[in-house]
């Protein structure tokens, strides 16, 4: 039945229905995602940028949770299957984590907004990387649909910890605790994924203590902060992955770094800066 429902959405291909779907595919990817929730961290409301961020690592440890428990099998290879950038399909099936991740990031800025346009675009395109997914032949219906709903929910809750709870950091930690026997006793261990994790715990303490950068800065200003800042990111990624280390523990080191860096790293900077300019 689900790949006969794969098959139909698929009967409607076209070159520009596949570039269209690999097109709005990428807003649920890590990429884009990190990219949002900086450009709100650093430019418009750090408050904000701290929540969305809880949400989305707190989905990202649960995805790969279930992802290591269910062991799904794919649709790819399936006969009269199309599967486009499959490799974006990392893992096992169930559930999406595209379709997961979008809507625990883009439901947990609308739960801060309580906006009803904001909530209608943000649902539309949650839904539009669903369907990108099943379009993409990389998915099945109940992968993106358990996917959202799971999304949905973490980000219902992650917000109302979020509100009740004054340490934050205690909270980020026992979040994290709850899922590591889960993502440590089990295989394909996400090693950089908790290393992230991590990193944002601690550099958003460090922030809070010793930085204390502004936001709500100009269009240009905060574009340019975001532009700088996305360019060390990137730099500083390439440096770590040419280091002469590999293995588990080395990911590890390197997801604190990069996310430390996002958090805490590069903010120290601008503020530096902002301060010798003032």
């Not at 929730?37 to 418009?44: A, D, K, T």
């Not at 209608?120 to 949650?126: A, D, E, M, P, Q």
């Not at 990387?129 to 990389?138: A, F, Q, T």
């Not at 509100?163 to 950091?169: A, G, P």
Request: hydrophobic share 50%.
């Amino acid at each position: 039945m689900e790949l006969e429902i794969i098959r139909f959405i698929q009967s409607f291909h076209t070159p520009f229905l596949d570039q269209l779907f690999e097109f709005i595919t990428q807003f649920g990817e890590s990429l884009f995602k990190v990219m949002f929730i900086l450009v709100i961290y650093w430019c418009i409301d750090k408050k904000l940028g701290e929540y969305v961020s809880y949400s989305f690592y707190t989905n990202l440890m649960f995805n790969h949770t279930v992802k290591n428990i269910v062991k799904a099998k794919r649709p790819i290879g399936e006969e009269g299957i199309r599967s486009l950038r499959v490799f974006t399909a990392t893992g096992s099936s169930f559930p999406s984590g595209h379709s997961q991740g979008a809507a625990s990031t883009y439901g947990a800025v609308y739960l801060v907004l309580r906006k009803y346009k904001a909530a209608i675009l943000l649902l539309l395109l949650v839904l539009l990387i669903g369907l990108s997914r099943l379009y993409l032949g990389v998915h099945y219906p109940k992968d993106v649909v358990c996917g959202i709903l799971f999304g949905l929910v973490i980000s219902y809750y992650t917000y109302r910890l979020f509100v009740k709870v004054e340490n934050k950091s205690m909270l980020y930690l026992l979040t994290l605790l709850l899922f590591l026997p889960f993502l440590l006793l089990l295989p394909h261990h996400p090693a950089r994924t908790v290393g992230e994790y991590l990193g944002f715990i601690v550099g958003v303490a460090f922030e809070k203590k010793y930085v204390m950068f502004q936001t709500n800065r100009g269009v240009i200003s905060g574009g340019i902060r975001f532009v700088v800042g996305m360019v060390t990111v990137l730099l500083l990624k390439i440096v770590l992955t040419h280091l002469p280390f590999e293995g588990m523990f080395f990911q590890f080191i390197c997801g604190v770094i990069l996310s430390f860096y996002c958090f805490a790293g590069y903010p120290y900077l601008f503020h530096l800066f902002k301060k010798g300019k003032s």
